[in-house]
């Protein structure tokens, strides 16, 4: 499968613990993009990356939360000290970052997390 | 971006076409009209877009209004399959790259 992947699809995890999330876009695609979507609403953006470069942030993306992509290919979203209000489903999606062509982005099956 | 309106459901018989509307009245000129669909517990899927004429791939048409404020998605022949909440986007270069969605349009499929 050539789409977007994302690790690991479910999380569970206590209040206050710290959890991570890796996406690996598709291959040739310089741009990656998080979004945040909770129960029942559309999906929220976060935050993108062009190549290891992160271009844009979310005033959502709160100091608990840090992106990275440290080599211009998969990126991992991390958040520390985690509250209930961060459970939510936490998409990936990437495109071709060609600035000549509008860009489609393509999502991952995205990563779901529960706060308990 | 442009804001826009969607139903917030609707039904269709399976094998006949749903005709998905989207009102976006306040689109610029240079903003282009996406529609996305999310199937339950799964990441969106691009579906097509479009600027000023109606376009056509292998999952949909797009109908986009002459004064371009308003638009339909149509998927000619329905399937259960494609029971899932569809999102119309208007994104334009000054976005950013950023996708701004609404709460869409849950279509059900009806056997």
């Known amino acids: 499968d050539t789409g977007v992947s994302q690790d690991p699809r479910h999380k569970i995890t206590k209040r206050g613990q710290n959890v991570t999330f890796r996406c690996d876009p598709i291959?040739?695609?310089?741009?990656l993009y998080w979004y945040r979507q909770t129960l029942g609403q559309g999906p929220e953006f976060l935050t993108y990356?062009?190549?290891?470069?992160?271009?844009?942030k979310s005033r959502l993306l709160s100091d608990r939360f840090s992106a990275e992509r440290p080599k211009g290919s998969f990126s991992t979203l991390e958040i520390q000290r985690t509250e209930q209000g961060d459970s939510a489903m936490y998409l990936c999606?990437?495109?071709?970052?060609?600035?000549?062509?509008?860009?489609?982005?393509?999502f991952g099956p995205g990563t779901r997390l529960l706060v308990l | 971006d442009a804001k826009t309106t969607q139903p917030t459901s609707m039904d269709c018989a399976e094998g006949r076409a749903a005709n998905l509307p989207c009102n976006h009245s306040?689109?610029?000129?240079?903003?282009?009209v996406y529609w996305y669909r999310q199937i339950h517990s799964q990441g969106p899927q691009y579906i097509i877009h479009g600027l000023k004429n109606n376009e056509t791939n292998e999952m949909a048409s797009l109908i986009i209004t002459e004064d371009r404020k308003s638009s339909t998605l149509i998927l000619p022949h329905a399937t259960l399959r494609d029971t899932a909440v569809y999102y119309c986007i208007v994104r334009g270069e000054t976005s950013g790259s950023r996708l701004t969605f609404g709460e869409g349009t849950q279509l059900t499929v009806n056997p």
């Open positions: 291959s040739e695609h310089n741009r």
């Open positions: 999606a990437s495109s071709l970052g060609d600035p000549r062509v509008r860009e489609t982005q393509y």
């Open positions: 306040t689109i610029s000129g240079n903003e282009y």
């Open positions: 990356f062009q190549n290891e470069a992160q271009l844009e």
